[in-house]
C-alpha cells in the first residue's frame, strides 16, 4: 500500500522508497491510533469523531478518513489495535484460557474473558457493533472470535450446525445486550459470566441436544 505523499516523512533514497512509505504508514497509524485511545478513556467514545482526531493528532482531517475511511472504520481498527493482545492470550496463552485445557472449559473461559473486555472497553464495542451489522459481522475481530469459537465446539465433538451455533454463542457476549444487562437489569459481570458457562455446558459437547 502507498502512502500518500502528504504523509511521508523525510526524504526517499534510491531503491528506499516503498519500505520508508510502508514503516511510515505503520508510525502514522499506530500515533493515530493511539491518540484515538486517549480521546476515549478521557471523554467517552461519543468524542472519538474524526474531525477531534484529527486536531488531537496533529494531522490534517484527509490524513485520517485516508487512513480509515469513515468513523466506522475507525472503531473497527481501534478495537482491532485493543484486541489484539486478548486473540494472543486464547491462542497463545496459558489454560483454561489457551491450549491445555479441555474445548469446553477453554470456551468458558473465553467468555468470562470476553465479558471482562466489554466491561471496560464496552461503549467501544458497541459503537463499533452498531454502526454497521454487517460489517461487524464480516470484520476481522469477529471472524477471529467465530473462528475460535468453531473450532473448540468442533473439538467438543458438538452436534448440530457448528456456524449457527457459533453466531447464536457470540450473540450472547454481544457488548450491546451485556451492557443492557450491567447497566439497566443491573446484573453483575460474575453473574452474566455464570449464565454463560451454564448456556455453553447446555449446548457444546456430545451430549448437548
Partial sequence: MRVHP???VGPELPGTAE???RADAARNRRRLLDAAQELVRAH????????????RAGVGK????RRFGNRTGLMYALLDHSETLAQQAFIFGPPPLGPGAPPIDRLVAFGRARLLDIQVEGELHRAAELGSSEH????K?????????AMLLRDAATPGDIALLTDTLLAALGAGLVLH???TLGYTREQIGDNWEALVRRVAGPGAQ
Fill in 6 to 8: 502528504a504523509d511521508r
Fill in 62 to 65: 484527509g490524513t485520517v478518513f
Fill in 136 to 139: 461487524h459481522y464480516s470484520s
Fill in 19 to 21: 519500505p520508508a512509505e
Fill in 141 to 149: 475481530p469477529y471472524r477471529v472470535l467465530n473462528t475460535h469459537v
Fill in 181 to 183: 444487562q450491567i447497566r
Fill in 44 to 55: 467517552g467514545v461519543d468524542a472519538l469523531t474524526m474531525d477531534a482526531l484529527a486536531k
